[in-house]
C-alpha cells in the first residue's frame, strides 16, 4: 500500500528511488501497518477472487449486475471464463436451487448468443466458452425430465425455438467465417456437447432444434478446405455421424437426407481423406506395436498388441481414441450405407498426406515425399489393413463391435456392383498389408500381399478370420459375417464370369475346418448360437462353387480340385448330415435350419457317394499300388459324364442388407457408445482448462 508522499514522488519526475522502495518495504513490515493484516489473521486470509468469479457469484445468488450498466455485458465478455468456478457453481446447487435461477441462465443464454455475432473476436471466443460451461455442467446433473426441465432452464420453454435457432444462425456464421481457428475449434465443441447431452441421442430434445435448422451445409464444407479438414476433420465427422443417427426411422432427419444427397467430389474426397488418414495412423501404430512385440514369441500375446490398441495408455486417452474410431467408422458406415456417389472415393482416395503436406508448408517445414506404395493405396485397401488388425482380437466387447462394424461395412460394399467391379479389376494392384494373429503353430505377423486385384486381399482377410477363430465362445455373428462377403464375391464372379486367380482350395479348407470344429464342439458352443445357419452358408456356398464353378473358376484343374477335397473329406459331409438329422428328429432350437442343411447337402453327398464308389473299384483293380491324390483327379475326371447332380434354386442370391430391423439395435449401441466415451474424453479437457 502507498503511503502519503508517494503520489508527489510519482509526479516529480515519474519515478520511485531505490530508497523509497526501501522506506515502503520497511514501513510494510513494521508494527503500525499490522492493523491491515495480523500475524494472527495470515493463515485465514482468504485469496482475491478474479473479477469474473465475483460477478458470477452474483449470478448465482439469484442477483442481476447488470442493472444500471449499459456497459456491462461487453465488459463482461472480455474477461476470461472461469471453467471450474462454472463447474462448482452448477456442481454444488441441487436441481431445484438450478431451477430458481432460470430466469439467470436464460439472460446469459441470450446475451451469450447475441454476443456471437460481436466484431470483437476476444468476445466472441468467451461466449462460446460460457456456453460450454453452461450446457456441460447442466447436462451432467440428473434432470427427472431432461427435455422440458434442461431446455426450461437453460432457454426458457417458452421461447426454446427462437432463442436456439439463433444460436444456430450465430454457429453458422461462424463455422462459414471463422474469426480463427480457435473459433472454429470452440464451435465444434459446443456443438460436440449439444449433440451428446444423453447417452441416447433420440433422447436429447436439443437436437431436435438442430433437425429445425440444419447445419450440414456448413460443416461439410470443412472438409473442403484441406487446411481445417486437417485440424478439425475428425471432430466434424463425429458431430455428422452423431447428428445423422437421430431418429432415422421415426421423422425426417436432414442429416441423413443431405449425406444420402451429397455429390460434391471435394467435398466427398475430403472425407475420404478424414477416413483414410485415421485408419492409416492406426495401422502404423499397430504395424509398430506389433514388431515391438514380435522378439516376445507367442506369448507377446495380442492382448498387448491389439488389445489395447486405442492409445495413449492413460485410461482417458484410450477413450477419446476409441471415440474418434468409433464415430469414424459410423460415418464410413452411414455414408457407404446411404451415399451412392461415395464408391468413387472408397477405390480412388489415395493415401498422398495431402493434409499433412499443406500443414507441413504453413509451418515452413520439409514434407519427404511419398512413396510409390502410399501413392498407390486406396481407402479400401487401407481399410482391409484396419479391419485385420481390428478381427485379429475381438474378444473384448468394443473390439467386437467395431470388428463388426467393419464387416458390415464391407457386406455393403461387396453388393454394389461398381464397388466389386474395382474389387476385381486386374489393372489395379493397390498393395494391401493383413496382419494375421497369433497362433499355436505360428507368431503374430503383418504380410504384404503379392499385387494382384483387391478381391485377393478380401478374401484372404475374411478366411484368415475363419481359420483364426474357432473357439468354444464361437462367434457365429462375425463368421456369417465372412462368409456372406465371400458369398456375395462369389455371386459377383458367377454372373460377371469372373475369373479370379487365386488359389481357392484355401476358401475350401478353412470352411470345412469351420465345419469340423462345429462338429466337434456342437454340445459346449452356446445354445444361443445358430451354427446350423452358419453351415448352410458354408453349403450353399460349395454348392455354388459345384453347380457354377466351371463359370468362374480360373481353369478345369480348379474345379477338378474342388470335387477332390469334397471326396477328402466325406465322413466330415456325412457326420454333418446324421447330426442335421438328428437335430430335427429331436426337434432342437434350430430344427428348421437344420432340416435345410440336410437337404442342401444332397449334391455334395451325391459327389462322395459317386466318387467312392469308382474310388473303390480302382483300389479293387490295384490292389498293391497305393492311391495317390494325382490318380484320384484322373479318376474324377473320367467319371464326370456318369454323375448326376440336382439343379438348386437360389444358390447365387442374397438377402441385402438392411439395417431396420436387424442391425438397429447394435448400430444404436454403437452410437452410444461412442457418445459416452467422447463424453468422458470432453470431462477430461475441461480437466486440463
Known amino acids: 500500500m502507498m503511503d502519503e508522499s508517494t503520489p508527489s514522488k510519482l509526479q516529480s519526475g515519474g519515478k520511485i528511488s531505490a530508497s523509497a522502495v526501501a522506506a515502503r518495504a520497511s514501513s510494510a513490515k513494521s508494527p503500525s501497518r499490522s492493523f491491515f493484516l495480523r500475524a494472527s489473521d495470515e493463515a485465514q486470509r482468504m ?22 450498466q449499459p456497459f456491462f455485458w461487453d465488459e463482461l465478455f472480455l474477461l476470461k471464463v472461469n471453467f471450474q468456478f462454472f463447474k462448482q457453481a452448477v456442481g454444488e446447487r441441487s436441481i431445484d436451487e438450478l431451477m430458481a435461477l432460470k430466469n439467470t441462465f436464460n439472460m446469459l443464454f441470450v446475451r451469450c448468443t447475441t454476443a456471437l455475432g460481436d466484431d470483437n473476436p476476444v468476445r466472441v471466443l468467451h461466449a462460446l466458452e460460457t456456453l460450454q460451461a453452461m450446457f456441460h455442467n447442466v447436462f451432467a446433473k440428473r434432470f427427472s425430465n431432461f427435455g422440458f426441465d434442461v431446455i426450461n432452464l437453460l432457454i426458457g420453454f417458452d421461447q426454446a425455438e427462437e432463442r436456439f435457432r439463433g444460436l444456430i444462425l450465430g454457429l453458422q456464421n461462424l463455422i462459414r467465417q471463422p474469426q480463427s481457428d480457435l473459433h472454429l475449434e470452440h464451435t465444434l465443441r459446443l456443438l460436440s456437447i449439444i449433440a451428446t447431452a444423453t447417452d441416447n441421442i433420440n433422447q436429447n430434445t436439443f437436437v431436435e432444434f438442430l433437425m429445425v435448422t440444419s447445419l450440414f451445409d456448413p460443416l461439410v464444407q470443412i472438409f473442403g478446405n484441406a487446411r481445417l479438414r486437417a485440424l478439425f476433420g475428425f471432430h466434424t465427422l463425429f458431430i455428422i455421424a452423431v ?4 431418429m432415422k426411422y421415426e421423422s425426417a432427419n436432414p442429416y441423413l437426407t443431405s449425406l444420402s444427397d451429397l455429390s460434391d467430389e471435394i467435398i466427398l474426397d475430403g472425407i475420404g481423406a478424414v477416413v483414410v488418414e485415421l485408419f492409416d495412423e492406426r495401422n502404423r ?19 498387448s498388441i491389439v488389445g489395447h490398441m486405442f492409445v495413449p495408455s492413460e485410461d482417458v486417452g484410450v477413450k477419446a481414441s476409441v471415440s474418434t ?29 495431402i493434409d499433412k503436406e499443406q500443414a507441413s508448408k504453413a509451418a515452413g517445414a520439409a514434407t519427404p515425399a511419398a512413396t510409390p506404395e502410399q501413392h498407390s493405396r486406396t481407402l479400401l485397401s487401407t481399410f482391409f489393413t484396419f479391419t485385420s488388425f481390428v478381427l485379429a482380437d475381438c474378444n473384448e466387447t468394443e473390439n467386437t463391435s467395431f470388428a463388426k462394424l467393419c464387416l458390415i461395412i464391407l457386406t455393403n460394399v461387396t453388393e454394389d456392383q461398381h464397388a466389386n467391379a474395382y474389387l476385381h479389376n486386374t489393372n489395379v494392384h493397390a498393395p494391401v498389408c493383413l496382419h494375421k494373429p497369433a497362433m499355436r503353430h505360428r507368431p503374430a505377423s503383418t504380410v504384404t500381399l503379392p499385387p494382384g486385384p483387391l478381391a485377393i486381399g478380401l478374401l484372404d482377410l475374411t478366411i484368415e478370420f475363419l481359420t483364426s477363430h474357432l473357439r468354444r465362445n464361437l462367434q457365429s455373428n462375425l463368421h456369417s459375417k465372412c462368409l456372406g462377403i465371400v458369398h456375395r464375391m462369389l455371386c459377383y464372379q458367377k454372373k460377371h464370369r469372373v475369373r479370379l486367380s487365386y488359389n481357392w482350395k484355401d476358401l475350401w479348407i478353412a470352411m470345412l475346418g469351420l465345419v469340423k470344429f462345429i462338429l466337434v464342439h456342437e454340445q459346449t458352443i452356446d ?36 470335387y477332390y477335397e469334397v471326396i ?29 442343411v440336410a437337404t442342401h447337402l444332397i449334391n455334395i453327398r451325391a459327389i462322395t457317394n459317386h466318387f467312392s464308389v469308382k474310388i473303390d473299384a480302382w483300389t479293387r483293380s490295384n490292389p498293391t499300388t497305393q492311391l495317390t491324390p494325382e490318380q484320384v483327379l484322373t479318376i ?6 456318369t454323375l448326376t447332380l440336382k439343379l438348386q434354386d437360389n444358390l447365387e442370391s442374397y438377402e441385402k442388407f438392411s439395417e431396420n430391423p436387424a442391425e438397429l439395435p447394435f448400430i444404436t449401441q454403437v452410437l452410444r457408445n461412442v457418445v459416452c466415451t467422447n463424453r468422458i474424453a470432453s470431462l477430461h479437457h475441461d480437466r486440463q482448462r
Open 47 to 68: 485469496p482475491l477472487k478474479e473479477k469474473f468469479v465475483q460477478i458470477y457469484e452474483q449470478f448465482f445468488q439469484g442477483n442481476d449486475p447488470s442493472v444500471g
Open 243 to 246: 447428428l445423422t443417427c437421430y
Open 285 to 303: 501404430l499397430w504395424t509398430s506395436r506389433a514388431e515391438a512385440a514380435r522378439p516376445q514369441g507367442l506369448l507377446g500375446s495380442l492382448s
Open 325 to 353: 474410431t468409433g464415430a469414424v467408422l459410423l460415418a464410413l458406415y452411414e455414408t457407404v450405407l446411404h451415399n451412392a456417389h461415395f464408391v468413387t472415393v472408397l477405390t480412388h482416395t489415395q493415401v498422398l498426406d
Open 527 to 562: 445354445v444361443t448360437c445358430n451354427v446350423y445357419g452358419l453351415v448352410d452358408q458354408v453349403i450353399n456356398i460349395f454348392n455354388l462353387f459345384v453347380t457354377y464353378g466351371d463359370t468362374f473358376l480360373p481353369d478345369p484343374n480348379s474345379y477338378d480340385e474342388l
Open 568 to 596: 477328402r473329406e466325406q465322413t466330415t459331409f456325412d457326420s454333418l448330415y446324421e447330426c442335421a438329422r438328428k437335430h430335427v428328429r429331436e426337434q432342437g432350437p434350430h430344427a428348421v435350419v437344420a432340416s435345410k
Open 636 to 641: 474324377v475326371r473320367d467319371n464326370y459324364d
